[in-house]
């Protein structure tokens, strides 16, 4: 049965964006959403960090692992289940990262079983200790169960060596 069209009309704008090395609109957005989070720096024990100075070198690192960008820290995913449109809302969580090391390895475990949802990534420099970190924004786009069914799938493959 086909689907019914007028589902398209009840749909909001596109708020997440697909990272495409065709377009990298995507990665706009989330340079622009990195450079909002960041704070005036005026009295601070923490300042946030110039994107030019780090965004670039780090975005090459993390690319891909990041499935989708978003234009907000909360979004609607629709999908088709059957012959119906499900929606699903995401709202972002905040995770600090001591190292750009530690960030690329969390996304990279992370990205193995779950697409990650990007939204902002703010680095500052703590002033009294002069340590850096970074402020992630994200949301994994999986749920548990869907997680959980994809594990069980990997390890029960004839040609996995955990048989």
């Keep these: 049965m086909p689907i019914n069209i007028n589902i398209f009309e009840d749909m909001r704008e596109p708020s997440v964006y697909l990272i495409d090395p065709i377009d990298i609109s995507s990665l706009k957005i989330l340079y622009e959403n990195s ?3 960041g704070h005036d720096n005026i009295n601070v024990k923490n300042a946030s960090l110039d994107l030019e100075i780090w965004f670039p070198e780090l975005i090459e690192k993390i690319i891909n692992y990041i499935k989708l960008i978003s234009k907000g ?3 609607i995913l ?5 012959n119906n449109v499900v ?6 969580r905040d995770k600090r990262f001591e190292t750009d090391i530690d960030l690329i390895a969390y996304f990279s475990e992370l990205s193995k079983f779950q697409d990650i949802a990007l939204f902002s990534i703010t ?3 703590d002033l009294t200790t002069l340590s850096t ?5 994200f949301i994994e786009i999986l749920q548990k169960d869907e997680v959980r069914d994809m594990k069980l799938d990997f390890l029960t493959k004839k040609d996995n060596i955990y048989i």
């Excluded at 970190?133 to 924004?137: A, E, H, N, S, T």
């Design 87 to 92: 929606s699903r809302a995401y709202v972002v």
């Design 35 to 37: 450079k909002r989070m």
């Design 78 to 82: 629709y999908k088709i289940e059957g």
């Design 123 to 125: 680095k500052y420099a």
């Design 73 to 75: 820290p909360n979004f």
């Design 133 to 137: 970190y970074f402020i992630v924004r």
